[in-house]
């Protein structure tokens, strides 16, 4: 583990985190390839039980339910949750999570607080997302600095666990106990994709209906 | 001495921060768990909000974590 903070990204993690963007790329063309109708076939039932989902989850954390946001959210669940699941498959060399290396949570979590900071742009204006970074007073930088270290921290910290356990008890017992291992390992894995991308949702409706209360104010 | 404090110290760190979000957490999943049974037609968003919270609570875990894993590295 203190390997994974101190050395640089091996090749085959930057090799996985592509493997799983291009994953996801083919999945999301094969799922809106017939396009929009009315009466909806298999695939598109799929692509809108996913969607429903999302825009059901944001609304309750408060988010108005708008594309972007929803669209924003929807592709970081889908990232962190196939880096993740890469950690239960039997191949060794893709078997490695790229979240298990902090530079790849960070790098989530950056996009996480800059999206949501591009988010309130456009829904309230550029001046307003620059001057929610300084309200009530400068010292809200330094909460966003903490939101990305607690965000990145957390998923590192679990996953990176999860995967050193897993090695370490494939270790000790190579047959049989590592498959309940991993099925145990669904748990955190499902839970922690949702759990960043319900703190991001926190943090966008934050910053947007604190933008929304200032305006109905004036 | 310096070798007893740094295997103690991580040690030290990761069970009592352990064991006080266990029982924080513990705390949590007993309210929502009680607000579920009683209010059933609200329970989706009652275990959005419990996921939220123990997140919160774990990730102080974690920070606790990698102060240990940096203290035990500096162990020779």
Not at chain 1, 181 to 191: A, E, K
């Amino acid at each position: 583990m203190p390997q994974a903070i101190a050395h640089n990204l091996p090749y085959i993690t930057i090799f996985n985190f592509l493997l799983v963007c291009i994953i996801l790329t083919i999945l999301a063309v094969i799922l809106s390839k017939d396009g929009f109708k009315e009466v909806p076939g298999e695939r598109q039932n799929i692509a809108e039980f996913c969607l429903d989902w999302f825009f059901d989850k944001a609304s309750d954390m408060g988010v108005s339910s708008t594309k972007t946001v929803v669209a924003f959210l929807a592709s970081l669940f889908f990232v962190i949750l196939f880096c993740n699941l890469l950690l239960i498959l039997p191949l060794s060399p893709f078997n490695i999570p790229p979240t298990s290396y902090y530079s790849v949570p960070l790098a989530l979590a950056l996009c996480s607080i800059f999206g949501t900071i591009i988010v309130t742009g456009v829904y309230r204006g550029s001046l307003n997302a620059v001057k929610h970074l300084f309200w009530p007073n400068p010292l809200q930088l330094i909460s966003e600095a903490g939101h990305i270290l607690s965000l990145s921290l957390r998923l590192f910290g679990n996953i990176g666990g999860e995967y050193a356990v897993s090695i370490q008890v494939l270790k000790v017992a190579p047959y049989g106990i590592p498959v309940v291992i991993h099925l145990i390992g669904l748990i955190p894995v499902f839970i922690q994709a949702f759990v960043f991308t319900l703190l991001t949702s926190t943090f966008v409706a934050g910053a947007i209906h604190h933008e929304e209360t200032k305006t109905s104010k004036a | 001495m310096r070798e007893i404090f740094l295997v103690f110290l991580p040690t030290v760190t990761i069970v009592i921060t352990a064991v006080v979000a266990a029982l924080s957490m513990r705390r949590i999943s007993v309210s929502a768990l009680e607000g579920m049974t009683r209010q059933p037609e609200v329970a989706g968003q009652l275990f959005t909000s419990m996921l939220v919270s123990m997140a919160l609570i774990e990730a102080l875990v974690i920070y606790c974590l990698i102060v240990a894993l940096m203290l035990a590295g500096k162990i020779d």
